[in-house]
């Protein structure tokens, strides 16, 4: 009975520890499944370590770099905005130099344009001073009157067209006038043939200024004085040879003295034989 007992003890036993070696198996091959585990677990724990340390590194890096593009940024800002305060500088400085510029253009337009005016006016002036001069050469006795008026109206052309500056202008007519100016002073005498309303002859013709114009003929029977006359406000010209006998030799004594066929002497000439007063 006691053996009987025994041997299912003894199973049991056997059982229990085939048990437990079946139980310490699994166990020890789920340790080692765990080891396993682990090791990969710490295995994906270093490489994620090394990511995170890469990433750290790409970080410091990236920040590193933020930062220097940062500094690098202020850096390029600070100098384009003195840059541009410099620029802005030289800007104004040169819009103040331009505008200096343009106020003196403006002062010297100002006086081209006074100077423009001053030379209008006095070409004007000038111009109406030859005019005066033409009219005034026109009624003056006809003794090269016709050479001597062509050069006031030639004048006159010239300043109205702009040919002939102010300069030129005013030379050329202060030339005239002390030409007019000598007219009017002086004696002069010419041999030519002169013509009348009574035909032509040979005269000596005596020119005092321009008071006395008279003449004889050659052979000293024919003696005239010029006699102004002025019809419908034109000035006219003509010869008067009704002279009385004093007149004729007043005439023929004057001609005389300036051909030096007499001695030079003063010759009173009556006032009934000057231009004016000589018309009967």
């Known amino acids: 009975m006691k053996r009987l007992k025994l041997v299912p003890l003894a199973h049991l036993m056997l059982f229990v520890l085939l048990f437990l070696g079946v139980a310490l198996a699994d166990r020890d091959a789920e340790i080692r499944d765990l080891k396993l585990e682990k090791e990969k677990l710490n295995s994906e724990i270093q490489k994620l370590n090394r990511q995170i340390a890469s990433t750290d590194s790409m970080l410091k890096a990236d920040d590193s770099r933020y930062k220097t593009l940062t500094q690098r940024y202020k850096a390029d800002t600070e100098r384009r905005r003195s840059e541009i305060d410099t620029l802005n500088n030289k800007i104004q400085a040169f819009a103040g130099e331009l505008q200096t510029e343009r106020n003196k253009q403006a002062r010297a337009k100002n006086r081209s344009d006074n100077v423009a005016a001053k030379r209008k006016a006095l070409r004007a002036e000038l111009a109406g001073i030859s005019k005066k001069l033409e009219t005034q050469v026109a009624e003056t006795l006809p003794w090269e009157r016709e050479s001597r008026l062509d050069r006031v109206k030639s004048l006159t052309r010239d300043i109205e067209s702009g040919n002939a500056s102010e300069e030129e202008a005013f030379s050329r007519l ?107």
């Open 174 to 280: 202060k030339s005239l006038i002390a030409e007019e100016t000598k007219f009017g002073d002086e004696v002069a005498i010419i041999n030519s043939p002169l013509t009348r309303k009574n035909g032509e002859l040979k005269a000596s013709i005596l020119r005092i200024g321009n008071q006395w114009m008279v003449y004889s003929d050659e052979n000293g029977t024919v003696f005239g004085t010029l006699v102004r006359k002025v019809e419908n406000g034109k000035v006219n010209y003509d010869w008067n040879e009704d002279l009385n006998l004093e007149e004729r030799a007043a005439v023929r004594l004057a001609i005389d003295v300036k051909q030096a066929k007499k001695p030079p002497q003063i010759v009173n000439l009556p006032v009934s034989l000057s231009v004016v007063g000589g018309e009967r």
